[in-house]
């Protein structure tokens, strides 16, 4: 049961959902066959790192994540390579890698947060004509929970977005876990009135996570390959901000649909209407017929 349910709740946290043929009986059947772990820990072989399953927790990885999610009706990026949820049903952490090169910190200082969340809220406004055509609540960007955030001991930026709606206000977090190749994304999407900087799932998910020995940031040597941009242009591409600034060559549309740009209307939007979809609750299997595989 509990397996069942943290994938129809959490995702109804996480993804945008589109008609579908597919009878709620085929999902539970679907998702039961997927490669289900609720403990040990976890190599993830495309970011050279690892996770630890907190207690209270199931995962899936590789295919198996991107299975899940396009099970829902969301295409599956092909830098996700983990999704792990809490057994009860309530929350998700979707990790994705992506193999940029070294992330210079030099130009932190450039992080301009009001910037950002004008160009957040922006796209959410001009997302509002879609979301009525299509019969969802219109959503508005409330402000930064907490503004980008960059913790040089763990080499990790972080920040957390409100938007308000008529069904109730969304918080939208991501973290950033810099290596010596790259970074990891994570992301975490829930109700308001849950979220918590501190014990919340993104902040357990980032202390289960690390880098293997010689991949982490503090291993970097020179003559590793190089990120196009630093950190300032990495926040702004992954937050969809457009002025993004990048080295000579680099297209910047490419840097953005690398990075999948950030309109907070399409997850919630999703949010909302999956939500509403789950009144009329899909049968439930016994125990057994849900019980992760480990």
């Known amino acids: 049961?509990?397996?069942?349910?943290?994938?129809?709740?959490?995702?109804?946290?996480?993804?945008?959902?589109?008609?579908?043929?597919?009878?709620?009986q085929e999902r539970i059947e679907a998702v039961k066959s997927l490669s289900w772990v609720r403990d040990g820990t976890y190599k993830l072989p495309a970011?050279?790192?690892?996770?630890?399953i907190?207690?209270?927790?199931?995962?899936v990885f590789g295919s198996d994540a991107r299975r899940l999610v396009t099970l829902f009706d969301a295409p599956a990026?092909?830098?996700?390579?983990?999704v792990v949820g809490t057994s009860d049903g309530e929350d998700e952490v979707r990790f994705e890698s992506f193999s940029e090169g070294y992330v210079p910190l030099d130009d932190w200082s450039e992080v301009d947060?009001?910037?950002?969340?004008?160009?957040?809220?922006?796209?959410?406004e001009e997302a509002n004509a879609t979301r009525r055509r299509e019969g969802v609540p219109e959503l508005h960007v409330t402000g930064w929970i907490q503004p980008p955030t960059l913790d040089r001991r763990t080499n990790t930026v972080y920040w957390a977005l409100e938007a308000s709606g008529s069904n109730g206000n969304v918080a939208n977090s991501t973290a950033l876990r810099l290596a010596r190749n790259g970074l990891e994304k994570l992301t975490w999407v829930t109700d308001r009135s849950k979220y918590r900087p501190i014990a919340g799932e993104?902040?357990?998910?980032?202390?289960a996570y690390s880098f293997d020995p010689g991949y982490r940031y503090t291993d970097h040597q020179s003559g590793d390959k190089m990120a196009l941009y630093g950190i300032a242009g990495l926040v702004a591409a992954v937050a969809g901000a457009k002025a993004v600034k990048v080295a000579a060559g680099a297209g910047l549309l490419v840097l953005l649909k690398k990075f999948g740009i950030f309109i907070f209307a399409a997850i919630a939007a999703g949010f909302y209407r999956l939500k509403n979809r789950l009144r009329r609750r899909p049968p439930q299997p016994t125990a057994d017929q849900v019980e992760p595989k480990v």
Not at 54 to 59: L, R, V
Not at 77 to 82: C, M, S, T, V
Not at 202 to 207: A, F, I, K, P, T
């Open 1 to 24: 049961m509990r397996a069942l349910k943290v994938i129809v709740c959490a995702t109804a946290v996480l993804t945008p959902i589109a008609a579908s043929a597919m009878t709620d």
């Open 47 to 52: 970011s050279n790192s690892s996770i630890a």
């Open 54 to 59: 907190p207690n209270g927790h199931i995962a």
């Open 77 to 82: 990026a092909p830098e996700l390579e983990a």
């Open 113 to 124: 947060s009001t910037a950002l969340l004008r160009a957040i809220s922006d796209k959410t």
């Open 202 to 207: 993104l902040d357990v998910m980032l202390r």
